[in-house]
């Protein structure tokens, strides 16, 4: 610590470049440090915290872990549904989901946002003015499972919003997974010291997830990438769904970079081919690509059928051979 430094502010400069650090790891998926010196960095913070308690407050990244709560989950209710989506398997079923935009909206061509759809976890993550308050999983759509505890200690989930000009109140909805890499590693590190073997991503990041005690979640490799927006009060949004995950992005949130915007059928089934190709080498698992209208006014006119919503499909690979252990 510098001499003039007071341990107030030297805490307030190691969260600061400890923050930093997770931003260019998980969000910009460009690290600043070696893990080593991220490693000294949280040492000191800890030890600090130690020496000054009354200088902890929850959004510090050592109060990640916390201890095991009660023994089940508390119930959560999504003032906005999380909707589930609906399938097209072939190029015909593509074109006649954006036949019925273009007609329906008397536009051709219409923006679409397209986006992979990745095989893990659906949550839902609440800040209030930019604090993490509260998580839980998809559940039935309308009401899932508090599992804030778990969700803490997922460093590619910001516990304080970065940048300027969120709303009061946010809530975005994305996906918890596992990557192929950091479950193969686990498995491997499970098999040698004989704990709990994972059968595959998915089940890897849902189990992890819905652990009673957040020090298990703790030790499992799970990252995040936001899709979508739910509740927002106290400030507008862009007007379309694209911009709206660049705000994401800038907030704090990773978003993933396979992310575009295409115009008509064409663009789509050239988005879906491409990603098709890449499908092995990605590192982490997905079951298909998502196509969003993307301008939210287009968004409203489509409105949804049942549970799902007009203006969104996902339009599905084949099934994979699972990664087994
Ligand atoms: C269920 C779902 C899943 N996914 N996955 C992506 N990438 N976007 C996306 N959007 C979804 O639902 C929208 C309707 C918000």
Aim: glycine content about 8%; proline content about 7%; aromatic content about 8%.
């Amino acid at each position: 610590m510098a001499k003039t430094q007071t341990p107030a502010d030297r805490i307030a400069e190691l969260r600061q470049r400890i923050d930093d650090a997770n931003y260019r790891y998980y969000v910009l998926d460009d690290p600043a440090i070696p893990d080593a010196e991220f490693d000294r960095l949280l040492r000191e913070l800890q030890s600090l915290e130690a020496e000054h308690p009354d200088l902890v407050t929850p959004d510090s990244p050592t109060q990640r872990v916390g201890i095991a709560p009660s023994g089940t989950f508390a119930e959560v209710r999504h003032a906005i549904p999380m909707l589930s989506l609906g399938n097209a398997f072939t190029d015909e079923e593509v074109a006649d989901f954006e036949r019925r935009i273009e007609e329906k909206l008397g536009r051709r061509a219409p923006k679409f946002s397209v986006e992979p759809k990745l095989d893990g976890l659906a949550i839902s993550l609440r800040y209030e003015n930019g604090r993490f308050v509260q998580g839980a999983t998809r559940g039935d759509g309308a009401t899932g499972e508090d599992v804030t505890a778990n969700l803490r200690t997922i460093k590619a989930i910001p516990l304080q919003l970065r940048g300027t000009g969120w709303p009061a109140v946010l809530e975005v909805r994305g996906e918890v997974y596992m990557p192929l890499e950091a479950f193969r590693k686990y498995n491997e590190r499970a098999v040698k010291e004989g704990g709990k073997v994972l059968a595959n991503p998915r089940n890897g990041a849902a189990g992890s997830l819905r652990q009673l005690d957040p020090r298990i979640t703790a030790q499992r490799p799970l990252a995040f990438y936001a899709y979508a927006v739910g509740i927002v009060e106290g400030a507008e949004l862009p007007p379309t769904h694209s911009q709206t995950l660049a705000k994401l992005r800038e907030w704090g949130f990773p978003v993933s970079a396979l992310n575009d915007v295409v115009a008509g059928a064409e663009g789509l089934l050239g988005y879906y081919s491409g990603i098709g190709k890449r499908r092995e080498s990605l590192p982490f698992d997905i079951d298909g690509v998502v196509y969003k209208l993307d301008d939210y006014e287009g968004q409203r006119e489509m409105g949804f059928v049942s549970r799902a919503p007009r203006w969104a499909i996902a339009h599905k690979f084949p099934a994979q051979e699972q990664s087994t252990v």
